[in-house]
């Protein structure tokens, strides 16, 4: 089956404006997490949705905001964008339960690179 | 919150053994991931350890303490395509994971 899209691959953006980024998860899977990573800040957790509601966020400020349709689909949106915010999205589905069971593996999307300029 | 520990950087050589540690301190613990992830590439999902002991899976094994909060990625017969960034994941009981820094491992013939 496919696995987990991301679009765009590639996106430069200047400061101030703000950004959609856009992940398919596999099919059946209902939990999308996304991430960011950055050379200095490794991998760091944004936001879980599952079932069209978020389910756990990680320490970014506001500007960061999410979405899931009712096909999982899911859309991340960056307000106000800094020159701090270049760094690969990275968003992974799951097969993950409504109980949070962890043995089930992310799968990971070949992510989006966003420069900002 | 949560804290997990690993080593920035290891180097090794081809056909031997490494041992990549990862330390960690969380609430909830609910599994420990380790993910291989090549430059440029998508992290790949490489074990999954929830309770103590070791994992094996060919040439990788994964170990797990909970009392200790520590595990280990056992790498043997280091192949070059082993240079990688190997990420060590904590599970929680509310479904948050969180990942380390990743640890660059870079294989020399």
């Known amino acids: 089956k496919a696995g987990v899209t991301q679009t765009p691959r590639y996106l430069i953006k200047t400061r101030g404006q703000q950004v959609t980024l856009s992940c398919s998860p596999i099919s059946g899977h209902r939990s999308v997490s996304w991430y960011q990573q950055t050379p200095g800040q490794g991998l760091q957790f944004l936001f879980e949705y599952f079932s069209e509601t978020q389910r756990n966020k990680g320490n970014f400020p506001g500007r960061f905001s999410g979405r899931q349709f009712s096909n999982s689909r899911s859309e991340m949106n960056v307000s106000t964008l800094e020159l701090g915010d270049s760094a690969l999205y990275l968003c992974a589905s799951s097969s993950r339960s409504p109980r949070g069971q962890a043995n089930t593996e992310a799968f990971f999307g070949q992510g989006t690179r966003l420069t900002v300029v | 919150g949560q804290n997990i520990d690993q080593p920035t950087e290891m180097t090794a050589t081809e056909g031997a053994i490494v041992q990549i540690n990862c330390t960690y301190q969380t609430s909830g613990f609910n599994g420990l991931f380790w993910y291989q992830q090549h430059a440029g590439e998508a992290p790949t999902f490489l074990s999954y350890?929830?309770?103590?002991g070791l994992e094996e899976k060919g040439r990788f094994s994964s170990f797990l303490s909970r009392s200790k909060g520590y595990s280990y990625l056992l790498l043997k017969e280091l192949q070059m395509k082993d240079s990688a960034s190997y990420l060590c994941?904590?599970?929680?009981?509310?479904?948050?994971?969180?990942f380390g820094d990743g640890t660059t491992l870079t294989v020399k013939p």
């Open positions: 994941a904590v599970n929680t009981n509310a479904g948050k994971s969180t």
């Open positions: 350890n929830v309770l103590d």
